[in-house]
């Protein structure tokens, strides 16, 4: 069997939903020091006739391993025309399922990843419209700003680095 | 689709001349080396003859060279069976911080059991200070093991400094050659080794073989109790077939190391300078490119070499993914009789002259990097990825990122040469060997810089 799945290798060869939006409704990071991989996620989020908050569209950048790439790519068609309340109920078990093959367990935080650049990315959609945020969010988005301040500091100097030797 | 591949430093595919003369030692040749009948006898035969040429290739003594499975058992009977040897005299051993998992690993379990480890630290390229190993020895110390060339970076340890260092100070000194043998000279004599590591997967040979040269007069343990074989030092069956496979792999290296490192090297500084001037932010990992190490220069001419031996394999006979191209004997005819590189017109001499390199490949120190190895970081992107996108498109590489391993750690190699964690993790080992051609390189020269700008391009931190 190979190492990856086809639905993943399909993914990461050809990637969905790449690049940034203008002014989105929310902008969701998520970054593992761990196995070095970074992802911003963006949101455009508009009301249908219903008045139900829709995912109009959904675009991300990922710095990481193929299986992160994947992944990120698979969640963006997954929650992309979705309703607001169902992308939140995305759980990486989801992911995984979706990729089709069990993943080696040190991948696991990959997939991991990819939801908690989601839920920032609506964490963010909720906090600019003063929206009442939901407890679950709320728990995840301290998890992981929690992690994050904690990576920040090993992390430091990556963007100057980036920087300097790219310029 | 076309497949290239550039890992040979993870492992070789056997030369089909290798696997010619295998083949009679698995069937009709099958005898036990121990057995007195004739079919032990003609085992045995086979072993010493072995033996024999294996001892050649490091100017040691047939008595010498005992066989062990891989180099990772060898590391292990060399340090663990150094340690056990002379605990009375001391418990210290130094190392480096750039050795291969196999010598941290043995050496980490020592410490466990109550020896003392030093680390020494490296320089930006992975060289080690004589003078750092000088200071480390103490009266306690025992065995000194420091690898004779890096298998992520290509790094060219100066090995006979510091054999001159252990001889003087009276230590046991260990080089683990797993990646040089066969590729540079090695003479343990001149450069004052007591044990030495080799490795037969790594030089076209099967894997299952290896072995580790023991000085005579020095002492050392068994790790492994048994009938008693190979100087009752490693009993267990011997794997006849494998070692006759070894030395066969290691006749043809001997032959036509000059030739191919020169070939390499010169195909592994094109491939560089092309990279370095092709792909922004790209830097090269481990020590410059630069003409072929000092060492080789000392050979014999190819045309001393009976006209028999230097015949390439039929490119039928080779493994399928690595038949493009021409063998080795359809080289220039000028390259296969020339005189050493000293004397050669300065057209055929190993890269292009160093001032006509870029600046970055001209600083630091020349002649220390393997012939055929190559280690690059991309800033921006991720190594797994990198080598999986290549592999879509046919070229087999590896990376140091933490992302393919799975203690989810970058290469400590690449970290103890000062590389962030994050610079590690875009790095790109790419290993040429025997069947790699120039159009190969072309074409990694063609592909690499898309598939870089493209995974740049998924990156939030592209420019």
Redesign the interface.
Known sequence: MPI?SKEI?KH??N?KN?GKIKKPSGRGEAGN????????LYLKIEKNEKGEKIIKDVKF??????V??ANTSLLTTMVKGKKLEDALKIKKEDLIKRLGQPL?P?KIHCSLLAVDALKEAIYDYYLKNKLEIPEDLEKGHQRITKTKEELEK??K???A??KE??K | MKKIYLDYAATTPIDPRVTKAMLPYFSEKFGNTMSLHSFGQEAKQALEESREVVANLMKAKLNEIIFTSSATESNNLALKGIAFANENKGRHIVISSIEHPCIIESAKWLEKQGFEITRLKVDKYGLVEPDDVRKAIRKETILVSIMHANNEIGTIEPIEEIGKICKEKGVYFHTDAAQSFGKILIDVNKMNIDLLTTSSHKMYGPKGAAALFIREGTKIEPLIHGGGHESGLRSSTVNVAAIVGFAEAARICQREMKIESERLTKLRNKLIKGVLQKI??S?LNGPPASAMPKALRAGPPASAMPKALRAGPPASAMPKALRAGPPASAMPKALRAGPPASAMPKALRAGPPASAMPKALRAGHPKKRLPNNINFSF????G??LV??LD?LGIAASTG????S?K?E?SHVLLAIGL????A?GSLRLSLGRWTKEKDVDYVLEVLPKVVKRLR???????
């Open positions: 990856y290798i990461f060869k990637p790449v020091i761990l196995c070095g991989d970074i992802m911003t950048e990922t710095l990481g391993c193929v992160a790439i080696p040190f090993r992390y100097g990556f963007q680095f980036e030797i790219l | 922004k932010g830097h800033p921006g992107i991720e797994e990825s999986m996108q879509l990122s933490a992302c393919s799975e989810l970058p962030k964690p994050e610079q993790h391009e998924i990156s939030p931190f592209k420019r």
